[in-house]
């Protein structure tokens, strides 16, 4: 589960406010009965689900995509995919509007992950998929 890396990180980080706000955002998902516990599996920042959602985001921007009347990022496509159109949506995303750096939907993907190389890989591959 998710919970072991981000108290590792809460305690000793750089950014341990971050991590604890991430950890605490876990700990409600588990409460609520969003996801159990053995769903809670993510990655070594403690990312969740299909689309590697932080503990936070998951909370703030998941959605029921599905109609099932829950948000499960892990085993249901349809929240996963929703859930993502909503994140896309707060950060600006306009439909039709180009992707690539330096056009109008670029700064959604850069509000994703902060990391150019990661930005332009996505724009990268978005484009790939495109053509």
């Known amino acids: ?3 072991g890396p981000l108290a590792t990180l809460s305690y000793d ?14 700990l409600k998902i588990l409460q609520s009965g969003q996801l159990s516990l053995g769903q809670m599996k993510g990655a070594a920042h403690g990312e969740i689900g299909q689309m590697q959602f932080l503990p936070a985001n998951y909370l703030k921007y998941g959605a029921d995509g599905d109609g099932n009347g829950k948000v499960d990022m ?3 496509r349809a929240d996963a995919l929703a859930s ?4 896309l949506k707060a950060y600006g995303w306009k439909a039709g509007a180009g992707y690539q750096p330096g056009e109008p939907n670029f700064k959604a993907i850069q509000g994703w992950n902060k990391a150019g190389v990661y930005q332009k890989a ?4 978005g484009q790939q998929i495109d053509k």
């Open 1 to 3: 589960p998710v919970f």
């Open 13 to 26: 980080c750089r950014r341990s406010e971050f991590f604890e706000e991430q950890l605490t955002a876990a």
């Open 74 to 76: 892990v085993s249901s």
């Open 84 to 87: 993502t159109a909503n994140y």
């Open 122 to 125: 996505i724009a990268y591959i």
